[in-house]
């Protein structure tokens, strides 16, 4: 059976792989996500809030918006449906230890701790719809 490429080999040809905005206020998660999904062939912008990350997005394009729900000022619930208002069509998972808080504007739920090969696998599959 022929294996199906990932996202990255697709955009390896481009040299240039997916772009994530990453929004959380840890500084310490921002930087491991940063690495981790840096190593698996994405680009990843940072913020460090979400009215920052709201910002980034009104300048700039995203494939995919990775958030935390619980952030000071805008919140993750309001940070998805702010972005889904500009670009229905973007990707947007909510990454936190309080799923039970996640409302609808959000594509999947990922609950901390998690394994970086499990976000990267779900990344991918938002990716390619």
Do not use: W, Y
Not at 3 to 27: E, K, M, Y
Not at 53 to 62: G, Q, R, S, T, V
Request: one cysteine or more; glycine letters at 6%.
């Amino acid at each position: 059976m022929e294996r199906q490429p990932s996202i990255q080999t697709l955009h390896s040809a481009n040299c240039s792989g997916p772009v994530i905005l990453v929004a959380d206020d840890s500084n310490d998660l921002l930087g491991l996500l940063k690495l981790g999904l840096s190593c698996h062939g994405f680009r990843v912008v940072t913020a460090s809030n979400g009215q920052e990350a709201l910002a980034k997005f009104e300048i700039e394009h995203f494939d995919l918006l990775l958030t935390d729900l619980c952030m000071p000022g805008v919140d993750g619930n309001t940070l998805a449906r702010e972005v889904k208002k500009i670009n229905g069509n973007i990707p947007v998972i909510a990454l936190t230890a309080a799923p039970r808080l996640a409302d609808g504007a959000f594509d999947s739920v990922v609950i901390k701790p998690f394994r970086m090969s499990s976000l990267v696998n779900l990344i991918n599959d938002l990716l390619l719809r």
